[in-house]
């Protein structure tokens, strides 16, 4: 197959993990996706596929990773298995036939996938051939209340601050807080920041400290640019925690917000402010001291 092309890229990466059995296997499941039997072959090989082939992690190089994205500008392949990448591949070999309506076969196929499953058909959405149809399922998943599809959308996955409307975008990065997950997977997080979600995340942090209840500190990430009045209060209160790692939030928020009092506020934490201007402290120590208490 061809390697410019996605489906051809998931090829070329199987053909080299697979044993001869197990891709020949595979090879001739994909020859009968045109038959007269073809949608009981996409269910029964969708499903046939990690008992056939493994779950395995498909462990993929530097070299690979760079051509995923060269394919499809932030697709990762750091958390791919072995049998996401063969389903991803059945399902973008399925949208190249022009004689099938791809959208309506992923909702379908939605409705009736177990978790495995599900994940799968979402870590594939930035592949597949792009429709209202197909954004109005991927609507659908961003809704559910398991939270390793709604990851599945959300983490490590392109289509999200490529599609998504400034209305799902917020929707998303909330609901990201309301079931415990972290934002720093999510691509694109600085760049769709809006003030509209600066002020729902706001909103959000009083009702957790009403409730005296923690605020990740990742959420002053998308506050920080458009912080003012009271917004300003609200990151001088994060500065002031006890904990350590929310205090890094608020001096990194705050050392990218263009009001004049964060300078202000910053002027009492040199020591801090020097480590964010050397690169010492970011978002990404941030993120690597949450995975450590998570």
Not at 40 to 47: A, L, P, S
Not at 104 to 130: H, N
Request: charged letters at 25%; aromatic letters at 8%.
């Amino acid at each position: 197959m061809n390697k410019t092309t996605a489906t051809g890229f998931l090829d070329t990466i199987l053909k080299e993990r697979l044993p001869a059995d197990q891709y020949t296997w595979l090879l001739e499941r994909l020859a009968l996706l045109n038959n007269e039997d073809s949608l009981r072959n996409i269910h029964i090989t969708y499903g046939l596929i990690p008992r056939r082939l493994g779950r395995q992690d498909l462990a993929a190089t530097s070299e690979e990773s760079a051509t995923a994205d060269s394919l499809v500008k932030g697709w990762k392949l750091s958390d791919w298995s072995i049998d996401m990448t063969a389903r991803v591949m059945l399902l973008c070999t399925i949208a190249q036939q022009t004689n099938r309506d791809f959208a309506k076969l992923f909702k379908s196929m939605c409705q009736t996938a177990d978790l495995g499953e599900t994940i799968s058909l979402y870590r594939g959405i930035a592949l597949y051939p792009q429709s209202e149809e197909l954004d109005k399922q991927i609507g659908e998943g961003l809704r559910t209340n398991m939270r390793a599809v709604f990851e599945a959308i959300a983490h490590n996955n392109p289509y999200p601050a490529t599609h998504f409307s400034e209305l799902r975008w917020n929707h998303m990065v909330l609901k990201a807080l309301f079931v415990d997950s972290t934002l720093y997977p999510i691509q694109g997080l600085e760049e769709r920041c809006n003030p509209e979600l600066a002020r729902i995340l706001c909103d959000y942090a009083h009702e957790r400290w009403s409730a005296n209840r923690a605020v990740t500190p990742e959420l002053w990430r998308c506050v920080g640019p458009f912080a003012s009045d009271n917004m300003i209060d609200d990151l001088q209160r994060a500065l002031e925690s006890d904990v350590s790692v929310e205090q890094q939030g608020a001096l990194l928020a705050l050392s990218g917000c263009p009001d004049p009092r964060a300078e202000k506020l910053l002027e009492n934490y040199p020591e801090q402010t020097r480590k964010v201007a050397n690169g010492e402290l970011s978002w990404d120590s941030v993120a690597r001291q949450i995975n450590q208490l998570a």
